[in-house]
């Protein structure tokens, strides 16, 4: 093996430029695999964080419609015993209503959270803009919101009910969720505060859950929803939003694709460039076997020669990779500077990539590796 590696070694030295050319070609294939991968990565997560990302995956509601879930508590419980999937849970209470200030009314949608476990599935502190997160007698709303009806933190507002009830609360702040609907709709307050102008009682009407891995919400509502029973329907983002569910899986097909087909060239390219060298270095390797070399290590030699190629091509090509990254989030930028998509570099899958070309790289090599055991010393070298 180690004198394999050394006339291996030679036969690259002495073909330079071919090596050059093999190692380039490797490296353009593990670039644009680091680069596409990245980017469709990226894109994925700047989705999922849009659509998903700060709001619930899994949502527990009665099944009955307008119904309230008396005991939230035992079903809060029943949530986080699965430890292995669930990251948050947060209860809330919710109800349509109106904001009433001066003479202008605007229809909203009241949502009453425990805070403190709120915080985890929308990020509440991030999103405020001004003054601070509300507290007894307290609500914060939305930036749209704000903007329509004139308000601003430490304004008095009135909580009209459907019914006609009003409610009093002082606005303690202003937040940004990024969506424009939801700014302009949700009226958060302390669920307690929902709960009185409501006349909810102690009841919540939802139970709301962030998951570790988002592709397994459907998984993690099943198994909760066997564990409550009928009394309860368990919803989860999955089914609500198939249509992005089926973009982002077709973003994936088509990642995966243009990566097989860079891999596929790559690997004939190597297979077709070590084949003519077999050719060329014919003389030379007729000699070595006259003088002893074995069929197996002559077989070696191009294994060798596709080891090295690949392990120097990969290297190269996650640099590559990365620095077209880099330039792509330099230069590719939104109006106020930030990144059109924000790359998601994932340290695993270009280990991935470079390992699945190392091992092509050595694969492709198999076939001038097989032509060189069958040479014929003495016809080589008698054929010149």
């Known amino acids: 093996m180690k004198l394999a590696f050394k006339i291996a070694w030679r036969f690259l030295a002495s073909s330079k430029g071919q090596t050059a050319l093999i190692a380039l070609g490797i490296a353009v294939g593990v670039s644009v695999q680091v680069f596409i991968g990245s980017l469709i990565s ?18 527990v509601k009665p099944a009955e419609k307008d119904g309230r879930i008396g005991d939230y508590r035992e079903v809060v419980d029943k949530a986080v015993s699965d430890k292995a999937s669930v990251t948050y849970v947060s209860p809330a209470a919710d109800a349509p209503g109106f904001i009433k200030t001066g003479d202008s009314t605007y229809p909203v949608l009241m949502r009453g ?44 507002v009135e909580i009209l009910t459907p019914l006609g009830d009003l409610t009093k609360a002082v606005v303690s702040g202003v937040y940004d969720l990024k969506v424009a609907n939801i700014n302009k709709s949700w009226v958060i307050a302390p669920m307690d505060l929902v709960q009185s102008a409501f006349g909810f009682g102690g009841d919540a009407t939802s139970v ?3 998951v570790k891995d988002v592709f397994e ?19 989860n983002w999955k089914d609500a939003n198939a249509s992005l569910l089926s973009g982002l899986n077709g973003q994936s097909i088509s990642s995966l694709m243009i990566q097989v087909f860079v891999l596929i060239s790559v690997i004939l390219g190597i297979a077709s460039v070590l084949a003519i060298s077999v050719v060329q270095k014919s003389r030379q390797l007729g000699i070595l076997k006259a003088m002893g070399i074995k069929n197996r290590t002559a077989s070696f030699i191009f294994l060798c020669q596709g080891v090295v190629l690949g392990l120097f091509g990969s290297i190269l090509g996650v640099i590559f990779g990365l620095g077209l990254s880099f330039a792509f989030t330099t230069f590719a930028v939104n109006p106020d500077g930030t990144p059109v998509v924000a790359l998601f570099i994932d340290p695993g899958f ?29 016809e080589v070298i008698k054929n010149g």
């Open 42 to 59: 990226g894109l994925q997560k700047s989705l999922l964080d849009t659509t998903v990302g700060s709001s619930s995956h899994v949502t």
């Open 113 to 156: 959270f425990n805070l403190e476990a709120a915080e985890g599935i929308y990020k509440l502190e991030a999103a405020k803009t001004e003054g601070a997160l509300p507290s007894e007698g307290e609500v914060i709303i939305g930036k749209e919101l704000a903007e329509e009806a004139s308000l601003k933190t430490g304004d008095t």
């Open 208 to 210: 709301e859950i962030q």
């Open 217 to 235: 919400a459907d998984t993690v509502a099943g198994g909760l929803q066997a564990r409550l029973g009928g009394a309860y329907k368990v919803e």
């Open 350 to 378: 270009i280990a991935l990539s470079s390992a699945i070309a190392l091992v092509s790289a050595a694969a492709a090599s198999l076939i001038p590796a097989r032509r060189s055991s069958r040479l014929d010393p003495m």
